[in-house]
């Protein structure tokens, strides 16, 4: 910029000059450089002005740097104190069962049921380790899959069964096709289909109906489950497949989650070179939908 100053400086001087020659050659020559003096000018303020766009692009990449970092420490932080409250809370309630169950004399029946719960507890404990132990190996890139044939339709129905059980809050229907055949790893089926078992009982209202499909069409195996809900709106449906992405704020948000659920299902998924919709379901909830090559 300062260099340019300096030939400007110079080329006004020279101007000035001129003016003691021939008054015809002046002319000429006071346009030429008129003329260059001008092009200068106009180099030096375009020059300026890509400078200008250059600090802004810059400025708003940093700005949104900045928003991301921000947005992901919030994330964590919240991750934080949700797995807090999700470790804690199964731990206590197992604890006071058996406590219950070593004080007290109980009836059979009381006995069976605390323990049922307990139980409940145990499972609810060992699903958050799992999806905790998976993400942390899906971050270490260091996730191997082992995938065989299977019979995907016995094995959703062994697994349905006992959601069934698990999730007595809700009711179930189901249309599954019989003896359909995939190559997939039978431990990564179990987290996709549980994790999206328990999200479709998470954000739908008890005693509300969740359906399963499983269907074999243009040689997909698609599986579909089908909740009426709270529904996704447009503007989350690609966020919520982020990791530790849940929607709303965490103060008011009444359910318990991590946001690791569907980050690992869709992980698993493509892993096992599926893909995964989601549609809303009518007149509410959601779809989320799976296919596989049958
Ligand atoms: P978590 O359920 O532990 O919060 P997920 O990764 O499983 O985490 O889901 C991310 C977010 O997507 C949830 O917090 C919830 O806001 C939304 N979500 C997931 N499944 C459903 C569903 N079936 N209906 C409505 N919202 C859902």
Redesign the pocket.
């Known amino acids: 910029m300062m260099k340019q100053n300096n030939e400007l400086y110079k080329l006004k001087s020279e101007f000035n000059l001129l003016h003691h020659e021939d008054p015809q050659l002046v002319i000429e020559k006071g346009n030429e450089l008129e003329k260059k003096f001008h092009l200068r000018k106009m180099m030096i303020i375009g020059e300026g002005v890509v400078f200008m766009l250059l600090l802004a692009g810059a400025f708003a990449q940093v700005r949104n740097t900045f928003k991301k970092e921000v947005a992901l420490a919030d994330q964590q932080t919240n991750f934080m104190h949700?797995i807090t409250h999700e470790l804690k809370s199964p731990v206590a309630s197992i604890k006071l069962s058996l406590e219950t169950l070593k004080l007290r004399e109980l009836e059979k029946e009381k006995q069976l049921e605390i323990l049922s719960n307990a139980l409940h507890d145990t499972d609810r404990l060992n699903h958050l380790l799992e999806n905790i132990l998976l993400a942390a190996q899906i971050e270490n890139y260091n996730f191997q899959i082992h995938p065989e044939p299977i019979n995907i339709s016995d094995l959703t129905h062994t697994l349905l069964k006992s959601s069934i059980q698990t999730f007595n809050t809700h009711s179930f229907t189901q249309s599954i096709q019989p003896n359909l055949i995939i190559s997939i790893d039978k431990s990564n089926y179990y987290s996709i289909f549980l994790?999206?078992i328990?999200?479709?009982v998470?954000?739908?209202p008890p005693g509300s109906l969740i359906k399963i499909f499983l269907e074999k069409r243009e040689g997909l195996v698609l599986l579909s489950?089908c909740?009426q809900?709270?529904?996704?709106s447009d503007d989350?449906k690609q966020n919520?497949?982020k990791k530790f992405?849940?929607?709303?704020k965490e103060e008011i948000?009444k359910?318990?989650?991590?946001?690791?659920?569907?980050?690992?299902?869709k992980y698993l998924v493509e892993k096992n070179k599926g893909a995964i919709t989601l549609k809303n379901n009518i007149p509410k909830?959601?779809i989320?939908e799976i296919s596989f090559y049958g």
């Open positions: 949700s994790n999206l328990e999200n479709s998470k954000y739908s489950v909740d809900g709270i529904g996704i989350e919520i497949f992405y849940r929607i709303g948000r359910t318990k989650g991590t946001g690791l659920g569907l980050f690992i299902v909830g959601s989320f």
